[in-house]
C-alpha cells in the first residue's frame, strides 16, 4: 500500500513538472504576451498557488479583445478626423460686372504668378505667409503654405486658403479695380485636400475634391470653374427678376385687359435679356475650353468632373428656357405695341381724312357763294 501512494505521489510530481514547462515556455499560447504581466513567475510549481492562478488563456483573450475594439474605434475616430483635415477652404465671389486685370496685375506685380496659358481674362496671385520669415525649400514648393486668389475679368474672385477674417482685406484689392460693383455679392464655398498616396488622380466628394496633386495649374482650373459657377449663379438672378416683372405686366393685363409700358422700357427689357445671355457665352466663356485641360489631360479630368458635379450644361439650359419665354412675351408685347400704333395711325388718316373732306367742302360753299354774289 505505501508502495502504491509512492508511486502516485510520483506521478502527480511529473505532471506538475510538465505542466510548469508549459506554462513557462513562451512559445506556448497560453503564456500572457500582455507588457504589464510578463512571463508567469516560478512560483506556480508550488501546488497550493495553482488553485488561485488566473487563466493565462482568458486574460490573453480578454486583453486582445478589448485592445482590438479601441483600436478600431480609435482609428475609425481618427479617420473622420483625417477626412476634415488638411482640407484648403475656397471662396468663390462675384462682385461686379467687370474688373481691370491690367490695372491689378501692375499694382500687385509682385503676387502675380506666371501664367501657362494664353488666356487672358483671369490673372492668379499668390501670398505667403510665413511667420519665421525664413522659407524652406519644402514651404517654397508646398502650396498649401501660401493663399491664393484667382480673379476673373467678368468680375469673380476666387480665394484659396484664406481665413474668414481676412476675406475683406483681399476683396479690396479687387474692388479697386472693379467697376459695376454689385450691392450683393453673390457667394459659394467649396474645399480642395491633398493626399500624395491617393491611386488615382483625384476623388470627388460632397462640396471637396481631393487630389493627389495640388499645384497651381490644379488652382487654376478650380478658381475657372467655380469662378464660372457663381457668375451664372448671378446671371441666373437677373433673368429671375425679369421674369418677376413680366409676371406682373401679365397679371396687369390679366385684371385690366391692357398695359402701360412705354416702348423705350419695353426695349430695355429687350436688352436687358440679351445682354444676360451675351455675357454668359462670351464674357464668361461657359463653353470655351481651357487652355490648361487642354494640353495634360490629368487637368482635363478635373475639369471635367468639376463641370459634371457643377451641372453646367443643365443650368444653362434651364437659363436659356427662361430667356426664351422672355423673349416670347417680349414679341407678344412688341406685336400689341405694333397694333396700338397701327390703330393711331388708322385714326390719324380718318381725322386727315375728315380734315381733308371739310376744307373741299368749305371751298365748295366759298365758290357757290361768290358766285352768287357775282350773278347779282
Not at 486685370?101 to 505667409?129: G, H, W, Y
Not at 457667394?187 to 493626399?195: F, P, W
Not at 445682354?275 to 470655351?288: C, Q, R, T, Y
Request: aromatic fraction near 10%.
Amino acid at each position: 500500500m505505501g508502495r502504491w501512494r509512492a508511486v502516485a505521489a510520483l506521478l502527480l510530481r511529473n505532471q506538475i513538472l510538465k505542466s510548469s514547462k508549459r506554462l513557462l515556455d513562451p512559445c506556448s499560447p497560453c503564456v500572457s504576451k500582455h507588457p504589464s504581466l510578463g512571463l508567469v513567475p516560478s512560483r506556480f510549481l508550488d501546488f497550493r498557488y495553482l488553485s488561485s492562478l488566473p487563466s493565462p488563456i482568458s486574460t490573453h483573450s480578454n486583453d486582445s479583445d478589448s485592445g482590438s475594439t479601441y483600436a478600431y474605434q480609435k482609428y475609425e475616430f481618427g479617420t473622420e478626423e483625417d477626412e476634415e483635415q488638411g482640407k484648403i477652404p475656397i471662396k468663390a465671389y462675384f462682385l461686379s460686372t467687370s474688373i481691370d486685370l491690367k490695372a491689378m496685375q501692375a499694382e500687385n506685380l509682385c503676387n502675380v504668378v506666371p501664367p501657362t496659358s494664353r488666356s487672358t481674362n483671369f490673372i492668379a496671385l499668390k501670398f505667403s505667409d510665413f511667420a519665421s520669415g525664413i522659407q524652406t525649400l519644402d514651404e517654397r514648393e508646398s502650396v498649401s503654405n501660401c493663399q491664393f486668389m484667382v480673379v476673373f475679368q467678368y468680375g469673380s474672385a476666387i480665394l484659396f486658403n484664406i481665413d474668414d477674417n481676412d476675406v475683406e482685406r483681399y476683396l479690396d484689392i479687387v474692388r479697386r479695380h472693379a467697376s459695376g460693383l454689385l450691392k450683393t455679392m453673390q457667394k459659394d464655398d467649396y474645399a480642395v485636400k491633398e493626399e500624395p498616396l491617393l491611386t488615382e488622380e483625384f476623388k470627388g466628394g460632397p462640396d471637396y475634391i481631393v487630389l493627389r496633386t495640388l499645384d497651381t495649374d490644379s488652382i487654376r482650373i478650380i478658381g475657372t470653374v467655380l469662378g464660372q459657377s457663381i457668375a451664372l449663379d448671378y446671371f441666373v438672378s437677373q433673368v429671375h427678376k425679369l421674369l418677376e416683372e413680366f409676371a406682373d405686366i401679365n397679371r396687369a393685363m390679366e385684371k385690366t385687359g391692357t398695359f402701360t409700358m412705354t416702348r423705350k422700357k419695353l426695349f430695355q427689357l429687350v436688352g436687358k435679356a440679351n445682354s444676360n445671355l451675351a455675357d454668359v457665352i462670351l464674357k464668361v466663356g461657359l463653353f470655351e475650353r481651357s487652355e490648361i485641360a487642354w494640353r495634360e489631360a490629368r487637368y482635363a479630368q478635373i475639369y471635367e468632373y468639376l463641370r459634371e458635379d457643377y451641372d453646367f450644361t443643365q443650368r444653362f439650359e434651364d437659363l436659356d428656357y427662361k430667356l426664351k419665354f422672355i423673349m416670347h412675351n417680349i414679341h407678344f408685347l412688341q406685336e400689341v405695341m405694333q397694333n396700338r400704333r397701327s390703330d393711331l395711325l388708322e385714326w390719324l388718316i380718318v381725322v386727315l381724312l375728315v380734315v381733308e373732306n371739310a376744307i373741299g367742302i368749305y371751298e365748295i360753299v366759298r365758290e357757290s357763294a361768290g358766285i352768287a354774289l357775282t350773278s347779282l
